[in-house]
Nanobody, 128 residues
Framework: QVQLVESGGGLVQAGGSLRLSCVAS????????MGWFRQAPGKEREFVAT???????????DSADSVKGRFTIFRDSAKNTVYLQMNSLKPEDTAVYYC??????????????????WGQGTQVTVSS
């Protein structure tokens, strides 16, 4: 079992920044793929960013086109924590943000069904 706890959400004005954190506990594995997804009211959960282990023993990071250049995902394996740095926030970024973990050896996991564990979510609200 893996427990994921997100934090760092809140209310911010458009153009502002937030950093989300997700701490993993339990069955942790530095090679697990970690992802961020978000879900706005009335919409499906959508991919935001992911970081995964590669064959060359490094991490790769991938993000959705809608957040490229504004959001950055990175992880601190020593702390079992993955972060999502969000800059230049827009009102359309408003959603509940979820952290997820996958132990399936994903190269790039962009679908919720590819992940095994989920956090409870943290609300991000961007005002115009």
């Amino acid at each position: 079992q893996v427990q994921l706890v997100e934090s760092g959400g809140g209310l911010v004005q458009a153009g502002g920044s937030l950093r989300l954190s997700c701490v993993a506990s339990g069955r942790t594995d530095s090679r697990a793929a970690m992802g961020w997804f978000r879900q706005a009211p009335g919409k499906e959960r959508e991919f935001v960013a992911t970081t995964s282990w590669t064959a060359t023993s490094t991490y790769r990071a991938d993000s959705a086109d809608s957040v490229k250049g504004r959001f950055t995902i990175f992880r601190d394996s020593a702390k079992n924590t993955v972060y999502l740095q969000m800059n230049s926030l827009k009102p359309e970024d408003t959603a509940v943000y979820y952290c997820a973990a996958s132990f399936r050896g994903l190269r790039v996991g962009v679908w919720p069904r590819e992940y095994d564990y989920w956090g409870q979510g943290t609300q991000v609200t961007v005002s115009s």
